[in-house]
């Protein structure tokens, strides 16, 4: 069973302006808008109990997903479900049954109230049952100091505040837990928590992760699948590690060499002459370390190289090929440079 | 409706108001030295016209329940418009419950406030001799359709700014106006007579005078029909208009993706 199900949702935003709108009245010009296209038409699914990576640059349409399917953004047209309910027409239902931590986490809160007594006001209003236990095992759960509970939510620290934030989307024990740049403002160890607590599913392995991010190792190391999207266009839906095979053969076939005890201008020469060998694409350096791709027999190019460097004297501290990791295959899907 | 829901929203607003120790000090101060002065100003200031006054017991009398209109069928204007605001809204809708459940809930507290300072007032009034003579069910009807009314303008306004963020033309109109001509702090009659033609299309005109004869006069419902029509009319009018208005605006900023912004 499908928990989101995205099927063609197509949005745009009206971006005339108060001027021009003024304008085209006093002018008696029939009323013209300028949209921009949000969401082109975009389609995907998530599986019940995945943690599903959405991934992309900013101005890419992430949010305006996460605002569709949490039913605060409604779409032009196409279809959303959330649990099989659809996300305009059964609102209500949809939001019974997910968590939310949007981006923008701490609006929402009381800023002169504690952390215990905001969290216990929406597990009434979210009709929690035993609110006050539900509130004090979700308190744990995020690792919030107990000293931390009856602060008033503004004398918290970024990170306890967003601790509390996570907190409250757990609070109705979702079904569907949207997280929207989750590990912002946390501290490296509970970013290390943070990422146990998604792999575990914060207790449920039914519960469904909607996962939008930057952070590419929790996404490494906790999406069963990830969508990148850019520009409104969903580009690639794939597991982590198709992913990564997805990226152009030439990327594959990056090599790195680091240099020790070499002066820069002898790395500069060499540079120059491994550029003008048959089968290399792309040569990059940065201080004492070269990076190069090839494009045709590896081993016979590296050869070649190798040889080059130790017939000019050059001393080598190491030859790997380049790890490329999810944020480079991003990258290329992207139309990024590869090694930028 | 879930009872305990609302309960959380009086818990939550209460506590919040607990928490602004000086707000909460000055409030009680006001509400003292706010009696205290109309209890003056009704029991030792001459006005001049007695006789006016005089049908409504005195300008006590008349002043507490300009109050009463102030306190609880005023507040149900601003209420919709500070419950729900462009801040809090996104949150507000994410609540899974039925929309007017958590308009209902979020204004709660302030009509327990607004009925708190009020009974101050007519506290303060009895020891300084009001007498009042009440009809309770012209009273409650009275304050009911009032509080319907105003609650249908305060959709239309908390809807317009849920679009403008902060422009808020109707409780603009009816807080400059209707003080000055409904006869809140004074008898509308008093007016110029071009002035007092406008009072007539104020509905909170009627809702002052409706709530002073049932009141001070004990005035039953078959002998306030003159009141009660224009009002019954009004509020099925502005209720309907007002749930309209504030439903499409929510829909168009969930069209438009402004419900997060402020």
């Keep these: 069973m499908f928990s989101i199900e995205v099927r063609n949702l197509y949005k745009t935003y009206d971006k005339t302006t108060f001027k021009q709108k003024l304008a085209n009245v006093a002018k008696l010009r029939k009323p013209s808008s300028e949209y921009i296209v949000a969401l082109d038409h975009i389609t995907f699914s998530v599986r019940r109990g995945e943690v599903f990576g959405f991934l992309g640059p900013n101005g890419a349409g992430k949010t305006t997903t996460v605002k569709i399917l949490t039913t605060i953004l409604t779409p032009d047209s196409g279809y959303a479900s959330v649990m099989g309910y659809d996300v305009v027409k059964d609102s209500l239902e949809v939001r019974k049954r997910i968590g939310v931590l949007p981006e923008d986490a701490m609006r929402g809160f009381y800023w002169r109230l504690s952390a215990y007594d905001n969290l216990y006001f929406y597990a009434v209003a979210y009709e929690v049952p035993d609110p006050k236990n539900r509130v004090k095992e979700v308190l744990e759960l995020v690792d919030l100091d107990k000293d931390a509970w009856g602060r008033w939510y503004q004398r918290l620290s970024q990170g306890m505040k967003q601790k509390v934030a996570l907190a409250r989307a757990l609070l109705p024990d979702p079904e569907v837990l949207f997280l929207d740049e989750p590990t912002k403002g946390l501290d490296i160890l509970f970013t290390a928590r943070f990422r146990e607590m998604v792999k575990e599913h914060f207790g449920d392995k039914d519960r469904t992760i909607f996962l939008s991010t930057h952070d590419m190792k929790l996404v490494e190391e906790t999406c069963d699948k990830v969508a990148v999207i850019n520009k409104g266009r969903v580009i690639a839906v794939k597991g982590v590690e198709e992913l990564k095979s997805l990226m152009p053969l030439t990327s594959r076939q990056r090599f790195r060499i680091e240099f020790t005890g070499t002066p820069e201008d002898r790395i500069e020469e060499f540079v120059k002459n491994i550029r003008a060998l048959s089968g290399v694409e792309w040569v990059e350096k940065k201080n004492s370390r070269v990076e190069y791709i090839v494009s045709e027999d590896e081993v016979e190019v590296a050869n070649e190289i190798l040889k080059l460097a130790l017939n000019n004297g050059l001393k080598i501290a190491s030859f790997t090929r380049a790890e490329l990791d999810i944020e480079e295959a991003i990258l290329q899907l992207l139309g990024g440079r590869c090694g930028s | ?262």
């Design chain 2, 1 to 262: 409706m879930g009872l305990r829901r609302l309960l959380g929203f009086i818990y939550i607003d209460f506590k919040e108001w607990l928490s602004y120790k000086y707000e909460l000090f000055f409030w009680i101060l006001n509400t003292l030295i706010g009696a205290l002065t109309y209890a003056y100003l009704g029991t030792y200031v001459s006005i001049q016209y007695p006789e006016m006054i005089a049908e409504y017991g005195s300008f006590l009398s008349f002043l507490i329940v300009g109050l009463a209109y102030n306190y609880i069928i005023y507040a149900s204007l601003q209420s919709p418009r500070m419950a729900i605001n462009p801040w809090n809204l996104m949150w507000r809708l994410l609540i899974p419950a039925q929309l007017y459940e958590v308009i209902i809930g979020s204004v709660l507290f302030r009509y327990i406030l607004g009925i708190t300072q009020f009974i101050i007032y007519m506290g303060v009034a009895y020891a300084f001799g009001v007498e009042f003579n009440i009809d309770p069910l012209a009273t409650v009807v009275a304050i009911m359709l009032g509080v319907a009314v105003m609650w249908g303008l305060g959709m239309i306004s908390a809807g317009v700014q849920i679009i403008t963020k902060r422009w808020d033309p109707v409780t603009w109109f009816f807080t400059m106006l209707g003080g000055f001509l409904s006869g809140v702090w004074f008898p509308y009659q008093l007016l110029p007579s071009t002035l007092k033609q406008l009072s007539y299309i104020m509905p909170q005109t009627y809702i002052l005078e409706m709530l002073r004869k049932a009141m001070l006069k004990a005035k039953p419902l078959p002998e306030l029909t003159s009141y009660l029509v224009p009002l019954l009319i009004s509020s099925i009018i502005t209720l309907s208009i007002g749930y309209l208005v504030y439903l499409k605006s929510i829909e168009y900023a969930k069209e438009h993706g402004t419900v997060g912004e402020y």
